[in-house]
């Protein structure tokens, strides 16, 4: 069965900190998709990112970057010099094969102080 | 805005009362997924579907419902409703997933209060 396990209930940084968010995930299926969303104090699920499983490669968009481990059945998400704008809850999620059901993460709290 | 509309946003009922929530998808999405996110909590997959057939269900209660209209317009039904069900529930919606380009993209949600 497909599981996405977030073990980071909530982390608290100070403003410029790196942090990295653990997203481990459980398939048997050898084409999947892995996702990271953004919930905002606004409420609103923002995609930031999609990786297939034959694609391990890393990923870096701002200061944003994207860890992804077969070996480990890992895909972190590090944020670099955070700022308090990227305060929210951050879910990982993991797609079957034909997008039929998308498994989300318990999420990830990240308070960014100044 | 991300194209996916939700309505209505906020909404505060009674035990025991039925209620409809409707979702448009973005357009040219076929795909509507529905999940339920309670306080603290992270986000319950109820049902998926696609050009108007259910494809996937989750731990959806019996007193729930939904369909997908040939619009691609959907709505979900949750009836005799309990405390328990006060939540968030978001629709998403996501392109033809046989592309490999499938992505979800959400609504705003829709508030429910059941006092």
């Known amino acids: 069965a497909q599981k996405v396990t977030q073990a980071q209930t909530e982390i608290s940084v100070v403003e410029k900190e790196d942090v990295t968010l653990d997203c481990v995930y459980e398939?048997?299926?050898?084409?999947?998709?892995l996702f990271w969303y953004k919930q905002p104090p606004s409420g609103e699920l923002v995609f930031l990112i999609r990786?297939?499983?034959?694609?391990?490669q890393n990923e870096i968009s701002g200061r944003y970057s994207w860890n992804f481990q077969k070996s480990t059945s890992s895909f972190n998400f590090t944020i670099t010099a955070s700022q308090v704008v990227d305060s929210a809850v951050y879910f990982c999620?993991?797609?079957?094969?034909?997008?039929?059901?998308?498994?989300f993460g318990s999420g990830t709290k990240l308070n960014v102080k100044p | 805005d991300s194209g996916v509309t939700q309505t209505p946003k906020h909404l505060i009922t009674a035990t025991g009362q039925r209620v409809t929530l409707r979702c448009s998808p973005r357009s040219g999405d076929l795909s509507v997924y529905w999940y339920q996110q309670s306080l603290d909590q992270g986000l319950q997959f109820l049902i998926h579907y696609y050009n108007g057939e259910e494809r996937a269900k989750g731990n959806i209660l019996e007193r729930f419902s939904a369909q997908q209209f040939p619009d691609l317009h959907s709505e979900l039904n949750l009836s005799s409703l309990e405390l328990g069900d006060s939540a968030l529930y978001f629709c998403a919606s996501g392109g033809d997933g046989n592309s490999g380009a499938n992505v979800l993209t959400f609504g705003a949600g829709s508030r429910l209060t059941v006092l």
């Open positions: 990786r297939n499983s034959f694609d391990e």
């Open positions: 999620a993991l797609s079957e094969y034909n997008f039929n059901k998308f498994y």
């Open positions: 398939t048997r299926d050898t084409t999947y998709y």
